[in-house]
């Protein structure tokens, strides 16, 4: 059965079929291939690491581009849809239409099915970053810290070494280091989270042999209603 198109007349095809009434052409020309739900996102960044919060969790960027393109995508789902007749939507890229910036206008680029025919389109949105202070920063402004890291009776210069290569394998450590400070015997390591002061003493343990690691906890006042608990995580020789 032949299928033509309601607004242009022509006979469907391979190249240009016809679904529910409309051709190819005249979806793309009309601006139906692409249902932009939401044109308009906007999430908190961190205006000192630029750490972008999505979904209520905090996520390293490497500037205003990275974050407005993390918040594009964590949100492509929700905020285009397939148009009338259009199957399996997917996303390509992003793509930046205006330079970077705390507004920031982005570009889907997006491949579908229409009738069995492949098509690529896009889809711009505006991406609104507002200002704000991520807690590890506000942390590291207050000197407050999750977890220390006790490293006691080993060679300064080998755990100076060893520490390098650690914090260039793993930077969200090394960005959760808030302070060095000399202590008896050897120096204390102060962390953000308990997640980077455990994996720096487990890379200690692991790069200078005959090494062993204790943790304990110590509590530390309450914060949002829960308790808090301080790590305290001792390297030292066996």
Not at 208 to 234: D, K
Request: aromatic letters at 8%; glycine letters at 10%; charged letters at 30%.
């Amino acid at each position: 059965m032949e299928h033509y198109c309601i607004y242009c007349g022509r006979r469907g095809s391979p190249e240009n079929p016809v679904v529910n009434g409309v051709c190819l052409e005249c979806r793309r020309r009309r601006g139906e291939l692409v249902t932009v739900v939401r044109r308009r996102l906007e999430a908190e960044v961190c205006r000192i690491c630029y750490a972008v919060k999505i979904g209520g969790q905090w996520i390293d960027s490497d500037g205003l581009a990275d974050a407005a393109a993390l918040v594009a995508r964590h949100w492509y789902g929700k905020a285009v849809r397939p148009g009338p007749g259009v199957e399996r939507l997917e996303l390509l890229g992003i793509e930046y239409v205006t330079k970077p910036s705390w507004r920031t206008v982005v570009r889907y680029r997006l491949r579908g099915s229409y009738g069995g025919r492949v098509f690529e389109e896009h889809a711009d949105i505006e991406v609104y970053l507002r200002p704000s202070k991520c807690p590890r920063c506000i942390m590291y402004d207050s000197r407050e810290f999750e977890a220390v890291v006790q490293v006691r009776r080993i060679d300064r210069g080998r755990v100076e070494n060893a520490l390098t290569k650690i914090f260039m394998s793993d930077p969200r450590a090394a960005r959760d280091l808030i302070d060095v400070v000399e202590a008896g015997g050897g120096i204390d390591l102060y962390f953000y989270s308990h997640g980077a002061a455990r994996r720096t003493a487990r890379g200690l343990v692991k790069k200078i042999r005959g090494l062993v690691m204790r943790e304990t906890y110590e509590e530390a006042g309450m914060r949002s209603g829960r308790q808090r608990a301080r790590l305290y995580i001792v390297v030292k020789p066996r």
